[in-house]
């Protein structure tokens, strides 16, 4: 999962991180925006220790977070991938 410093590092705007959820997770009873795109958690600590940052379905990241115990979101995995 990615922090808050990835989040703004590897994708370019707030469009580019808008992301999906595949049917099983969408199943799931997840939040699930009008255009079909789901919110997703940061590693980033938010306001407080329960709290964790987020990105909200339009790609913008919620700094301040939300409770952990919420159950609306998905888990976002990223590989990055190095060449030389």
């Given amino acids: 999962m990615l922090n808050i410093d990835g989040a703004e590092d590897y994708f370019d705007s ?18 699930i925006s009008e255009i079909g795109s789901a919110w997703w958690w940061l590693r980033s600590t938010g306001k407080s220790g329960s709290f964790a940052a987020r990105v909200r379905t339009n790609g913008e990241i919620k700094y301040d977070g939300i409770e952990v115990t919420d159950h609306g979101g998905m888990i976002r995995p990223v590989v990055v991938f190095k060449i030389n």
């Avoid at 991180?17 to 939040?31: E, F, L, M, N």
């Fill in 14 to 31: 707030d469009e580019d991180r808008i992301a999906y959820p595949t049917p099983y997770v969408a199943a799931q009873g997840i939040h």
